[in-house]
């Protein structure tokens, strides 16, 4: 279950181990789509100018696994 930024980490996890994960759940979150990936999510993610450290570690902790 993903909320908010959560959306985009939850979405990494989901392409980086489609094994691992059979089924999300997206609260409010930013959710990618068929021809959206998370780099793309990244990119826009990082575009926000209200963003806190904490989300930007979390994002970036996911995305160095």
């Not at 909320?3 to 409010?28: C, D, N, W």
Request: glycine share 4%; hydrophobic share 55%; proline share 3%.
């Amino acid at each position: 279950v993903a909320h908010s930024l959560g959306g985009a980490v939850i979405s990494i996890f989901m392409e980086r181990f489609p094994q691992k994960i059979a089924a999300a759940v997206y609260v409010t979150a930013f959710m990618s789509g068929p021809t959206l990936n998370y780099s793309t999510i990244f990119a826009e993610v990082m575009n926000f100018a209200h963003m806190d450290s904490v989300a930007l570690y979390v994002l970036n902790s996911a995305l160095l696994l």
